[in-house]
C-alpha cells in the first residue's frame, strides 16, 4: 500500500529557479527510506512538503491519500498519526525538556498521563537529563527533537537529517529507535548524508541532485542493477553531481 505519494510537484522560492522539478515518488507500506542529495539538492524542502510546512506550486503531495493542504478532518488526523523532525530543531528553549515533549504528545492526542509516561521512557532511553532545553547542548537538543517525534508512536515517520550532530552512542540509540518503530509498522522517510547508516538502516533509497529524482527503488535491488555497483557510494556517485552553489 502506498503511504507517501509525490506526483509532478515542482517548488520555487523567491528567484523562481526550480528547487524541485516535476518530482514523484511512492513510498510504501513498512518501508525505511533513505532520501539522498548533496546539499542544496532539495531534501530538506520535499520534508517541508512532507509535513504540510510550505506548499507545492505545482503536483500533488499525499499521505494515505489524503491532501494534507485540505482543511478537513482526514488531514487533521494524518498529521496526528505523522511524527516528524526538522533539520533545525523546533524547541521551546525555556520549557523543560519533560515539558516540550509532554506538550507535543498531547497535541498528537496523548493524554497527560501517557504523554509523561511515554516522556519519562524516552527520556531515560535517549539519557537526557530533565532541565530547561535553553541548557542543553546542540547533539542534546537533536536527541530530544527525535524523542518528540516519537512520542506517540507514528504511523509515518518523517526526519530530516535525524543523526547528524549526534554522538557515536546516541546514533545507535536513534537507529535501534528507528527500527524498533518499523518492526511495528511504521513507515519512515529520512534524509541522510551518511551512506553508511542508510545502509544498514534503509530498505529503499531515492536518490535527488538538483532538484530532481535520479532513482528510487529497493536498496537491494538497485545494487544488483548495474555490476559496476559495489557498495552504496558506487550508486551515489553515479548519480550525484557537485554540491549546489548558493
Ligand atoms: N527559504 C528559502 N528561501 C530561498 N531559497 C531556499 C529556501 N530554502 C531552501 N532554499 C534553496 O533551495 C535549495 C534546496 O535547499 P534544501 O534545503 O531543500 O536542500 P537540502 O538538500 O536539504 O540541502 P542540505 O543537504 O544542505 O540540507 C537550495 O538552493 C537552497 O538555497
Ligand atoms: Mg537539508
Known amino acids: 500500500m502506498e ?18 522539478d516535476n518530482i514523484s515518488f511512492t513510498i510504501l ?13 532539495g531534501k530538506s524542502t520535499t520534508i517541508k512538503l512532507l509535513i504540510g510546512l510550505i506548499k507545492a506550486d505545482a503536483g ?16 487533521l488526523s494524518i498529521r496526528k498519526s505523522t511524527g516528524c523532525m526538522l533539520e533545525y530543531d523546533t524547541l521551546y528553549l525555556d520549557l523543560t525538556a519533560m515539558d516540550n515533549i509532554k ?5 498528537h492526542g496523548l493524554s497527560e498521563d501517557e504523554a509523561e509516561d511515554k516522556g519519562k521512557e524516552l ?3 535517549m539519557k ?24 506517540h508512536n507514528p504511523e509515518v515517520l518523517i526526519l530530516d537529517e535525524p543523526t547528524s550532530g549526534v554522538d557515536f552512542e546516541s546514533r ?21 548524508h551518511d551512506l553508511e547508516e542508510v545502509r544498514k538502516l534503509c530498505t529503499n533509497i531515492i536518490i535527488i541532485d538538483h532538484g530532481k529524482i535520479q532513482i528510487q527503488g ?29
Do not use: P
Not at 503511504?3 to 528547487?19: A, Q
Open 123 to 125: 527520556l531515560e532511553k
Open 172 to 192: 545507535i540509540l536513534i537507529r535501534e529507535l528507528i527500527k524498533e518503530l518499523h518492526e511495528k509498522g511504521s513507515t519512515i522517510f529520512l534524509s541522510s
Open 218 to 246: 529497493k536498496l537491494e535491488d538497485i545494487m544488483k542493477s548495474n555490476e559496476e555497483y559495489n557498495n552504496i557510494e558506487d550508486v551515489y556517485t553515479s548519480f550525484v553531481g557537485e554540491t549546489i552553489e548558493s
Open 60 to 75: 500533488e503531495v499525499t499521505i494515505k491519500r489524503i491532501n494534507l493542504y485540505e482543511d478537513n478532518n482526514s488531514s
Open 29 to 41: 507500506k513498512n518501508t525505511i527510506t533513505g532520501y539522498l542529495g548533496a546539499n542544496g539538492a
Open 3 to 20: 503511504i507517501i505519494e509525490l506526483k509532478n510537484v515542482d517548488k520555487s522560492y523567491k528567484n523562481n529557479d526550480k528547487v524541485l
Open 128 to 151: 537526557l537529563k530533565n532541565i530547561l532545553v535553553s541548557e542543553y547542548s546542540n547533539g542534546m537538543k537533536k536527541r530530544l527533537s527525535f524523542a518528540k517525534s516519537i512520542i
Open 103 to 107: 506538550y507535543w504528545g498531547q497535541l
